[in-house]
């Protein structure tokens, strides 16, 4: 379990009970602190992975077979794993039917990539519907959108994506990876806006893909910081 995060100066709110899904191994320390940080309410946060508790073997057996589109996580060792979103969608709608909401007051899908909504009791903050939310409502109609992907096939798969009124293109590049961050950049700077479509890149991405092309970019651990603090803070 997370830590709770208190802000000193919110001493009169009471502690909130957040339930964090992600489609890899948990803890995600890598991920989980960065997004709490960016939101000032006294939380208290378990964490659930749809890879908690599988052997090695298991985890290979879960890569994408034919037909089938991927997404990329993180192990508990910190090793990157690709696996099948259609079958890791069904291991994350499994994990939300099974939450007691006496027990939470929000649930987190924290993964983008996963185009469809979940069944649950609980109030929710769908990472890629956030996303969806957070393009139209910064866009103006007719803007072209840029979307950067973590993994080159991404771009075909998730070729059919849309948002109304918008027209997007797609490019790729590893978090982290200067060379393949800047090459993005640069095939997206007629752009409008660039997003970064994965909760797995940084600040350090946004800002170096922002200088690079002159444009703003839009970061998923900022855009789910921000649902989380409008569902629960008093008045949101």
Same mark, same amino acid.
Request: net charge negative; with cysteine; glycine share 8%.
């Given at each position: ?55 090695? &073997?298991? #985890?290979? %057996?879960?890569?994408? =077979? ?8 993180? !192990? *508990?060792?910190?090793? @990157? ?51 969806? &939310?957070? #393009?139209? %409502?910064?866009?103006? =109609? ?8 973590? !993994? *080159?096939?991404?771009? @075909? ?80």
């Amino acid at each position: 379990m997370t830590p709770p995060v208190d802000d000193p100066s919110l001493p009169h709110l009471p502690r909130r009970r957040v339930a964090s899904l992600t489609v890899g191994q948990t803890p995600r320390s890598d991920l989980l602190p960065d997004i709490l940080a960016q939101v000032s309410l006294p939380l208290e946060v378990q964490e659930f992975g749809a890879l908690d508790g599988l052997s090695a &073997a298991q #985890i290979a %057996a879960l890569a994408p =077979a034919e037909g089938e589109s991927c997404l990329i996580t993180r !192990l *508990r060792d910190g090793r @990157d794993v690709i696996v099948s979103r259609q079958r890791m969608a069904e291991r994350l709608e499994a994990l939300c039917r099974n939450l007691d909401p006496q027990r939470f007051d929000l649930l987190i899908v924290l993964s983008t990539g996963l185009f469809r909504d979940f069944d649950s009791r609980c109030p929710t903050v769908n990472a890629q519907r956030a996303m969806d &939310a957070a #393009i139209g %409502a910064v866009s103006a =109609a007719g803007q072209t959108v840029g979307v950067v992907y973590p !993994l *080159r096939r991404q771009v @075909d798969e998730n070729a059919d994506y849309s948002v109304p009124g918008l027209s997007l293109r797609f490019s790729h590049a590893d978090s982290g990876n200067t060379v393949e961050l800047l090459q993005a950049a640069d095939a997206l700077r007629d752009c409008d806006m660039l997003v970064l479509n994965s909760v797995g890149y940084v600040d350090a991405d946004r800002v170096l893909v922002a200088q690079r092309s002159g444009r703003p970019v839009i970061l998923a651990r900022r855009v789910v910081a921000g649902a989380i603090g409008l569902l629960l803070h008093p008045g949101g």
